[in-house]
C-alpha cells in the first residue's frame, strides 16, 4: 500500500493522547460500612470488571477512529498492476466539444452539459497545484494557455454551444503546443466528445508522441435522427425582374427513417411563402425546384426553412442576391454601328445599350457592363485587347463579331490571349450551319423542341479557324463541314464568344434570324460568368469580394448583421477584397457599407453543414483507430470520473473508506458510553 501525502502519518503519535488519558483517568470511590458487607464485596468486584471492559472497548474505538482519520489525511492507495505511478506537477488539457451536434440528447441532458460535467469531474481528479488547459471548438485566445484548477472549472462552465467546428488532428495539435510548453512533468489531454466521423481524423500516428498521454471520453446520443436543408441556388446565374426564377433545393435526411412531408417554407423580404411537402429516403437527399418571382429591383434577403427536432442548426438555409435595374451592354464598333444590335435591346428597356467608337473607349468604365460586343473591328489593339482579358476573368462575357478585312495578326494576338482557336484566311464561299448546341445555357431553354422550320444561320463569308483541341471550345452553332461557326471559351469567371462571320448582313443572315438572334444576345447578356455567391459558410469562407466604391483613403467597409464590426480589407483594382477572420458567429444576414444607410452589397452566412451528418464512431472502434497510443474511457451516465481518472492515474484509493471507518468508530464509542450502563 502507498500514500499519496505519507507525512500525514505522523498524525499516528496522535494515538497516544487517548492512551494517556485512559491510563490517568480513574475514579475515586467512597467508602460506606454496612453491617454485612459479603454481598457487596461480590458486587463491587463483577462492576470493577465490567468497568475496565467498557472503558478497553471505548479506548480502542477512540485508537480506531484518529488512526482511520490519519489515514484518510494521508490517502492510502494500491497501484493498479498496470498503472505507473506518477509523482510530481501535471499539465492537463481538456478539449470540450461545443459543436452543433453536441446540442443532440443524452439520455436527460444535452451531450455538451454531460461533456461539461465530465470535463468538472476530472479536473477534480487533480490536485491544485496542476495546472490545466480547457480548449474549445472556438481556439479563443483564452483557451490557449494553462490556468489553475479554480480558473479552469470557472471556464468549463462558460462554454457554450459554437459554430465552429475543428478536425480532431488540428485539435490534438493545439493541445500538445499548449502542454510542451509548461513546465510540469507529465502531460496528460483529454478530448470530450461524440467522435463524429467526418471530423475525427485522428490515428495512431497521430498519438505517436509518448511525453503526452491521450485520453479519450466518448458521448453518445440517444437519436440519431437529423433533416437539414444543405443548399439552394437559381438556376440561372442572372435573376429577372417580373421573370421566373427557378430555384433549386437540396434537403438531406441523415437517419435510418424515411422522412416523410417534409415542409418547406421560403421567407423573400419578411414574406413567408409554403412550398409544400418533400420526402427523403433514409439516408439520402431530394433536390426541390420552386419557381421565385421577383416584383422589384435591388437586394434582396430569403430564407428556406424546414422543421426539425432535436438538432435545429441547419433547419435554415440563408441567402441573398441582387436584382438589377437594368443589364448594360457596349457595343465597341468599326466603322458604323448595325441597326439590327440596336433594334434587339431597343425593344426590352431592361437592357441598356452604349455605342462607341473603337478609338475613344474609356477602360475603366468597363466594369459597368455584362457583355461587350466587338462589332467588326479590323485591328484589336494590344491595350484593349488586355481590358478585355482583364474584364472576363472578373466575370463579364465578351462577343466577336470580325470584320471581313480584319488584320489576322491582331486577331491572333488577341484570341491567343484568351487561348481561343485563332483565325487562318478568310474564305469567301457559301456555307450552312447545321448544328445548334441546345445544351448550353444560352439555348437550354428557349425552344421547347427544335423543329425543321427553324432557320439556322447561312454565311457568305467566314474566317477559317485554327482546331486546337486543347483551347477548350465549346461549340455554340457549328457549319456542315464541322469547322466552327461560333464557339465558347471560358476565360477567368467569364466566357469569350467567337463568330467566325462577320455580322454584315450581305455576309451572314444571322441578325434577320429573329427566333435565334434575339435569345442568343438575351443569354449572353444575363450569363455572366462570374460566381456572384448568394450564401457563405461559417469558419470556411473567410473572404468577401466587393466593387471598389472608397473615393477616400481614410473610408472604410463596415459589416453589419447582429453585431457591427470592420474587416480587414485590400483594394485591388477596380475591386475590394474583405477578410472576415472567423468574426461572424451567428447566421443571417451582414449588410455591407462604406456609408451609415447606404447598403453597397448583402452577404448571407450559414452554419457549416459538416456537423449535420449524426454519424459517430463507437468506443470500440476509437479503440481499433488509436491503437494503444490512447486510452478510450468506457463509461455510463452513473460514472463518476473524479474517481475513475483517481484510480487510473494512482489505483484504487482508500481514503474514502477511512473516512468512513473513523465516523464508524466514534459512533461506537458514543454507543459504548451512553448504552453500557456498569
Not at 463491587?44 to 480506531?64: F, G, I, P, Q, Y
Not at 442572372?238 to 426564377?245: K, S
Not at 491572333?412 to 487561348?419: A, G, N, R, V
Request: net charge neutral; with cysteine; charged share 25%.
Amino acid at each position: 500500500m502507498n500514500f499519496v501525502y505519507p507525512s500525514f502519518l505522523w498524525g499516528l503519535l496522535a494515538l497516544a493522547i487517548p492512551i494517556i488519558i485512559h491510563l490517568f483517568y480513574f475514579r475515586r470511590f467512597k467508602k460506606v460500612y454496612f453491617t454485612n458487607v459479603k454481598f457487596l464485596k461480590e458486587i463491587k468486584e463483577e462492576t470493577s470488571s465490567k468497568s475496565k471492559l467498557k472503558h478497553l472497548m471505548v479506548l480502542l474505538s477512540r485508537l480506531a477512529a484518529v488512526a482511520a482519520l490519519v489515514l484518510a489525511f494521508a490517502q492510502p492507495f494500491i497501484p493498479l498492476e498496470e498503472s505507473a505511478i506518477k509523482q510530481g506537477k501535471k499539465a492537463v488539457s481538456l478539449f470540450i466539444d461545443n459543436s452543433w451536434s453536441m446540442s443532440s440528447m443524452s439520455q436527460d441532458v444535452p451531450l455538451l452539459q454531460k461533456a461539461k460535467q465530465r470535463a468538472t469531474e476530472i479536473v477534480k481528479a487533480y490536485s491544485v497545484e496542476d495546472r490545466f488547459q480547457i480548449l474549445t471548438n472556438d481556439f479563443e485566445g483564452r483557451h490557449q494557455r494553462m490556468v489553475s484548477k479554480e480558473d479552469a472549472l470557472s471556464l468549463i462552465e462558460e462554454v457554450k454551444i459554437t459554430p465552429s467546428v475543428k478536425e480532431m488532428s488540428k485539435t490534438l495539435l493545439r493541445q500538445k503546443q499548449a502542454l510542451n510548453s509548461s513546465d510540469a512533468e507529465h502531460n496528460y489531454s483529454y478530448l470530450i466528445s461524440d467522435f463524429q466521423k467526418n471530423v475525427t481524423d485522428i490515428s495512431e500516428k497521430e498519438l505517436l508522441d509518448t511525453m503526452v498521454e491521450v485520453t479519450l471520453v466518448p458521448l453518445q446520443s440517444v437519436q440519431k435522427r437529423n433533416i437539414s436543408v444543405d443548399s439552394c441556388w437559381f438556376e440561372a446565374p442572372v435573376r429577372m425582374l417580373n421573370q421566373t426564377n427557378p430555384l433549386i433545393i437540396k434537403v438531406s435526411n441523415r437517419s435510418d427513417d424515411d422522412a416523410e412531408d417534409v415542409r418547406i417554407n421560403l421567407t423573400l423580404d419578411n414574406q413567408v411563402k409554403p412550398l409544400g411537402n418533400l420526402s427523403v429516403k433514409a439516408n439520402s437527399f431530394a433536390y426541390d425546384t420552386v419557381n421565385v418571382t421577383i416584383l422589384k429591383t435591388g437586394w434582396h434577403e430569403a430564407k428556406i426553412t424546414i422543421t426539425d427536432f432535436p438538432v435545429q442548426f441547419d433547419d435554415s438555409y440563408y441567402f441573398t442576391f441582387e436584382v438589377l435595374s437594368k443589364i448594360n451592354i457596349l457595343t465597341v464598333n468599326g466603322a458604323y454601328s448595325n441597326k439590327y444590335l440596336d433594334a434587339v435591346f431597343k425593344s426590352n428597356p431592361y437592357f441598356q445599350v452604349t455605342n462607341q467608337n473603337s478609338g475613344k473607349l474609356d477602360y475603366s468604365k468597363f466594369t459597368d457592363y455584362q457583355l461587350i460586343i466587338l462589332n467588326e473591328l479590323k485591328n484589336i489593339s494590344s491595350g484593349l485587347g488586355d481590358e478585355l482579358l482583364q474584364f472576363a476573368n472578373n466575370g463579364g462575357n465578351v462577343l466577336v463579331f470580325p470584320s471581313k478585312n480584319s488584320s489576322i495578326p491582331s486577331y491572333t494576338s488577341f484570341l491567343s490571349s484568351f487561348k481561343a482557336n485563332e483565325f487562318e484566311r478568310y474564305e469567301t464561299k457559301d456555307r450552312s450551319v447545321s448544328y445548334m448546341n441546345t445544351d448550353e445555357f444560352i439555348f437550354n431553354d428557349v425552344f421547347e423542341r427544335i423543329t425543321e422550320n427553324i432557320k439556322l444561320p447561312e454565311t457568305k463569308g467566314n474566317f477559317k479557324m485554327t482546331q486546337y483541341g486543347s483551347r477548350g471550345e465549346e461549340v455554340i452553332f457549328r457549319y456542315r463541314d464541322g469547322s466552327s461557326y461560333m464557339g465558347k471559351y471560358k476565360a477567368g469567371q467569364g466566357s469569350l464568344y467567337v463568330c467566325s462571320a462577320p455580322l454584315d448582313v450581305n455576309v451572314n443572315n444571322l441578325a434577320k434570324s429573329g427566333e435565334i438572334f434575339v435569345p442568343l444576345l438575351y443569354k449572353m447578356s444575363i450569363s455572366t460568368g462570374k460566381d456572384v455567391r448568394i450564401a457563405y459558410v461559417i469558419g470556411k469562407d473567410n473572404l468577401l469580394e466587393t466593387a471598389n466604391k472608397s473615393t477616400d483613403a481614410e473610408m472604410v467597409y463596415k459589416l453589419k448583421g447582429e453585431e457591427e464590426f470592420i474587416p480587414e480589407q485590400k483594394s485591388v483594382g477596380p475591386k475590394t477584397i474583405l477578410s472576415i477572420n472567423n468574426q461572424i458567429k451567428q447566421a443571417g444576414y451582414y449588410n455591407l457599407y462604406l456609408e451609415q444607410g447606404t447598403t453597397l452589397n448583402k452577404y448571407a452566412f450559414n452554419y457549416d453543414r459538416k456537423e449535420s451528418k449524426l454519424d459517430y464512431f463507437s468506443e470500440k472502434e476509437l479503440e481499433e483507430k488509436t491503437g494503444e497510443n490512447a486510452v478510450v474511457i468506457k463509461s455510463n451516465e452513473e460514472t463518476n470520473f473524479t474517481e475513475l481518472i483517481g484510480e487510473r492515474s494512482m489505483g484504487k484509493i482508500y481514503w474514502k473508506w477511512c473516512l468512513i471507518a473513523a465516523l464508524i468508530f466514534l459512533l461506537i464509542e458514543i454507543l459504548l458510553i451512553k448504552f453500557w450502563r456498569t
